[in-house]
């Protein structure tokens, strides 16, 4: 019977060593957020995955010009608020510039670009990229998470830092950013959101669109992210 009763012991002893072996610490991610573009459209459709990472136990920081869209947002969900702009929920070009020319294109084109060096302007004049800086020193993030869209100047950040960053895109990505991620582009017959066809392109529609794709890559990388 003493046998039994040491062997029990043993099994059990044994089985509970091994129960405490699996059990392991898990340790939430120190996340950094940057979305320098005012338009809350765009930010509307990255709030439910920065926010639902922060319910998940990651520390997530976000620079933005738009605050928490609930009410009540996780405790290890951080805001840094840019100012200087105000948020716009949408716009359409629609009834700015109902054509579709190549000029209209152009001129649209030369909008996004400006309103991205403005963004940028008002991040770096911010007090946050400094505050991000020394914040990494004392306990690094190890991730950052932004926006393609009209400006890279963001990306400056993560480089230094040396980490890794994932894009998001709350619209059809844009033509200079299909190269990014080895996406090949046809513009033969699959249309940018710059033309924007509703129907099947006929030949002069397929020329502007392969124009424009091509003009806007060098545009944007000879001028923007010069």
């Given at each position: 019977?003493?046998?039994?009763?040491?062997?029990?012991?043993?099994?059990?002893?044994?089985?509970?060593?091994?129960?405490?072996?699996?059990?392991?610490?898990?340790n939430g991610s120190r996340i950094l957020g940057i979305f320098p573009h005012f338009g809350y459209s765009h930010f509307k459709v990255y709030y439910p995955l920065l926010r639902a990472l922060a319910e998940r136990g990651h520390h997530v920081t976000v620079v933005t010009h738009i605050a928490a869209l609930n009410e009540t947002k996780p405790a290890n969900y951080e805001e840094l608020l840019l100012k200087g702009r105000e948020t716009t929920n949408m716009i359409t070009?629609?009834?700015?510039?109902?054509?579709?020319?190549?000029?209209?294109?152009?001129?649209?084109?030369?909008?996004v670009?400006?309103?991205?060096?403005?963004?940028?302007?008002?991040?770096?004049?911010?007090?946050?990229?400094?505050?991000?800086?020394?914040?990494?020193?004392?306990?690094?993030?190890?991730?950052?998470?932004?926006?393609?869209?009209?400006?890279?100047c963001q990306l400056g950040i993560p480089y230094l830092l040396q980490l890794p960053v994932v894009g998001l895109s709350s619209c059809v990505l844009m033509p200079f950013h299909y190269d990014r991620i080895a996406l090949p582009d046809f513009p033969s017959y699959v249309q940018s959101e710059f033309v924007g066809f509703p129907e099947v392109l006929k030949w002069h529609e397929r020329l502007l669109n392969f124009l424009q794709m091509k003009l806007l890559k060098h545009i944007y990388r000879y001028r923007t992210n010069y």
């Open positions: 019977m003493k046998m039994k009763e040491e062997t029990a012991i043993l099994l059990l002893a044994f089985a509970l060593f091994i129960a405490i072996g699996q059990i392991a610490t898990v070009f629609a009834d700015v510039l109902p054509h579709r020319t190549l000029y209209d294109i152009l001129t649209e084109i030369n909008f670009h400006n309103e991205g060096q403005k963004a940028c302007k008002r991040l770096y004049e911010s007090v946050y990229v400094d505050k991000i800086f020394k914040r990494h020193e004392r306990k690094p993030y190890d991730l950052v998470i932004t926006e393609y869209f009209n400006t890279d």
